[in-house]
């Protein structure tokens, strides 16, 4: 019998941003130490957005130009499993440590690459309190619901927010 993963919100929302922040605010210290200078390290998904309900984990994006992209990868492997389930390219690498409390996942991307978006998700809600109350009403909706289903939602509605603001050259690190 096959086991299927369900999104479960956290019970103590405010406690699991807390975490995440406590969290985002170790790893970013120890990474700025390895990782080339003109690196970026942000803190994105819910727990960076005030107000968004959350299942309780940690996602960091690492930004950085094309030429560091190798070094910065290398540093990543060398601390972190690499995320099997997602997808690898010349401009995009994932990793986890399912041993850190919250679960840790770090996305590195290419500054201006096709997967270059994390960060400009994280924003727009933060500036629209309105997206939040819609991302908010997604997750309750999916909440005990297989994981799948509800990845399939939360991409949808990420598609129609980046479509709606375009790309711009200000960093936020939220």
């Keep these: 019998m096959t086991h299927v993963q369900r999104f479960r919100l956290t019970e103590d929302n405010a406690a699991a941003h807390a975490a995440a922040d406590q969290l985002f605010a170790v ?38 130009e094309r030429q560091a992209f190798a070094i910065a990868e290398h540093c990543l492997a060398a601390r972190f499993t690499r995320n099997g389930g997602s997808v690898r390219t010349d401009d995009f690498a994932a990793f986890q440590d399912d041993g850190r409390t919250p679960h840790l996942g770090i996305q590195l991307t290419l500054k201006g690459g096709p997967f270059d978006v994390f960060h400009r998700f994280a924003a727009a809600p ?9 991302y908010n009403t997604l997750k309750r909706a999916h909440h005990d619901h297989p994981m799948t289903v509800y990845r399939a939602a939360k991409d949808a509605f990420i598609g129609d927010v980046l479509q709606s603001c375009p790309p711009s050259s200000s960093r936020d690190d939220g």
């Design 27 to 64: 790893v970013r210290r120890a990474l700025e130490i390895v990782l080339p200078l003109e690196t970026e390290i942000l803190h994105v998904g819910a727990t960076a957005i005030p107000g968004c309900l959350t299942k309780g984990d940690l996602d960091i994006v690492v930004r950085v």
């Design 126 to 134: 933060r500036a629209d309190p309105e997206l939040v109350a819609r």
